[in-house]
């Protein structure tokens, strides 16, 4: 039987070049509406105790599991989009503790299947689909195996949609990221993965990932409740009320029946 008094929790998981900082705009809202929060800093992204440790699935996994283990309640996880990879991982991993999945403009990955493969896929079927996304504006360090995002970049990408001055303020927060922590893939089975609900937000003006990438994912991977919002990559940032009015009640149907 559903506990309805159970304590309401979200694990919050972040994109490349990002950390917790990401979701700073949009967690008074999830928190106004009883949502406990929880945002991470993935190990090896510049942020946090684990700022300079390994970055990659396993690690980035074993980080949200125990986040996920020191609730007394299971949650909702959240991938924005690279965050995705990991919000799926985290589900194979601990099903037991994940009431939900959201992709947020995420990875939604089919198990075996890594972005390049996905965008690889789509450029052949659709030359002319929008598929490069932040890749033309990255400065690579070869010796450290690391990316930057350059600011134009990120304001062609990213942020095209979001107020001068918190674009700015986001783009002096962004990292290197490791690419160990970007050449990602999925291992999911039916049996652990497969029985967690998820659902999609898809965000039409994207950018980065952009709509033919996610649509591509939701048909790779279905069974997904598809929502949609009409915003670029970030709407945690720059659409926080429309993206709190469209999802906190699929959240909170969520908890009802677990």
């Not at 700015?168 to 893939?185: D, H, N, T, V, W």
């Amino acid at each position: 039987m559903a506990d309805h008094t159970a304590t309401k929790h979200i694990v919050l998981i972040h994109g490349a070049w990002q950390g917790s900082w990401s979701f700073d705009a949009w967690r008074p809202w999830l928190e106004r509406a009883g949502w406990r929060t929880h945002a991470v800093d993935l190990p090896g992204n510049g942020w946090g105790p684990t700022a300079h440790d390994p970055a990659n699935l396993s690690t980035y996994t074993d980080h949200v599991v125990a986040t996920l283990d020191a609730l007394d309640a299971p949650a909702v996880v959240l991938g924005h989009s690279g965050g995705g990879i990991t919000a799926s991982q985290v589900a194979e991993a601990a099903p037991d503790r994940v009431i939900g999945l959201v992709y947020l403009a995420g990875m939604m990955l089919a198990s075996g299947q890594s972005f390049a493969d996905l965008v690889r896929d789509v450029a052949r079927a659709d030359p002319d689909a929008p598929v490069a996304g932040i890749s033309p504006y990255l400065d690579t360090d070869r010796v450290a195996d690391t990316t930057r995002v350059r600011p134009e970049g990120a304001l062609a990408c990213f942020l095209q949609d979001c107020e001068p001055q918190a674009a700015q303020r986001a783009i002096a927060m962004l990292r290197a990221q490791p690419e160990s922590g970007r050449r990602m893939m999925n291992h999911l089975t039916p049996e652990r993965f497969g029985r967690v609900p998820r659902i999609y937000v898809e965000c039409r003006n994207d950018a980065s990932v952009t709509l033919p990438l996610q649509r591509a994912m939701q048909h790779a991977s279905p069974g997904a409740h598809v929502l949609s919002l009409a915003c670029g990559h970030v709407p945690q940032l720059v659409q926080t009320e429309a993206l709190s009015q469209t999802l906190i009640p699929e959240l909170d149907a969520l908890h009802r029946v677990t």
